[in-house]
């Protein structure tokens, strides 16, 4: 793999900063509102409950995604002075490349992939575990809330390692400036792997939601509205996800260099909007997380609140 690229034929520079300036902000506000959603899971002990853990876990994997998003958006904005090898934020198109090499390009792609894969199948456990915890006479207890926990990242970690073992591969996106799963190469390796890892964790993951969401509004239905927001949720995985999933099975059975590069771009620039989303819909929309949200920022006022 080169260590670096020019930038495919399409992409002007100011097309290019508003790629890194999109990316920037996707990334700072995904994770000042998941690290917010975590840190009051840490300090609010209300918010320690199994459910909640679930949500945890989907804060986790978005700030992974969120941090992604910042090495890209840095990555396209930064410059390089090929004279003097010195770096800086100033956009120049014709420098602009990977500046972290084939190791940090597949580690980057791994990073991004399993936390990718977290978030969805996260966002599958918080839905079946309300499914349980509003249709079922049992309460979610810990030690199956842990399970899920492990049982989401070990999967997503093992299918995240597939690439760097044979089984697919990472390379940059048309940008030249991140790194994701290579769906360039129409082969029999990348369309076997990528529709047996799209049904495992993508697939099924938006089956478990949908399914979980619609026994929650028809059971709940019967005695009064739903207490959580029954259609939201898978909404967002299609809206956050589908382009990116649609891109690759195009990819899997056309010509993707048909697709131009800037159009290639806009699924991972939609999938990044994910983590923000997820945290207004799981977190900001919990009064009890907006509670410990509140008393993170505001800890003397919530002791003063608490003490009266």
């Not at 975590?38 to 679930?54: A, D, M, Q, V, Y």
């Not at 972290?100 to 791994?110: R, V």
């Not at 589908?242 to 939609?270: E, R, W």
Request: proline share 5%.
């Amino acid at each position: 793999m080169a260590e670096s690229r020019s930038l495919p034929a399409g992409f002007g520079e100011l097309e290019v900063l508003a790629v890194g300036t999109v990316l920037m902000v996707e990334a700072l506000s995904g994770l000042s509102l998941n690290s917010l959603t975590i840190l009051s899971f840490c300090k609010n002990l209300e918010l320690r409950t199994p459910t909640h853990l679930l949500v945890v876990s989907l804060a986790l994997a978005d700030s992974g995604i969120s941090l992604n998003a910042l090495i890209s958006a840095t990555s396209s904005l930064l410059r390089r002075d090929r004279n003097r090898g010195e770096v800086s934020l100033v956009p120049s198109v014709s420098h602009r490349h990977w500046p972290y090499g084939s190791d940090g390009c597949q580690a980057h792609g791994f990073q991004g992939f399993a936390t990718a894969l977290a978030s969805i199948c996260s966002s599958a456990a918080i839905a079946w575990g309300r499914y349980h915890h509003y249709c079922t006479s049992s309460r979610l207890a810990w030690n199956t809330a842990v399970s899920l926990v492990l049982f989401v990242w070990l999967s997503s970690a093992f299918w995240a390692a597939l690439p760097l073992l044979g089984w697919g591969h990472y390379d940059y996106e048309p940008l030249g400036t991140c790194c994701t799963l290579d769906y360039s190469r129409r082969d029999r390796n990348f369309t076997s792997f990528l529709f047996t890892m799209a049904f495992f964790n993508f697939v099924l993951p938006l089956f478990i939601t949908l399914t979980s969401y619609r026994l929650m509004e028809q059971k709940l239905g019967k005695t009064g509205h739903p207490q959580v927001n029954t259609t939201l949720p898978a909404r967002t995985l299609m809206l956050c996800w589908g382009p990116y999933a649609l891109l690759y099975l195009y990819a899997a059975v056309m010509d993707v260099t048909s697709i131009s590069p800037k159009l290639q771009m806009v699924p991972a620039l939609i999938a990044k909007m994910a983590p923000t989303i997820n945290a207004v819909n799981y977190a900001l929309g919990s009064e009890m997380v907006q509670r410990g949200i509140w008393q993170c920022l505001s800890p003397q006022r919530s002791e003063r609140d608490h003490a009266q």
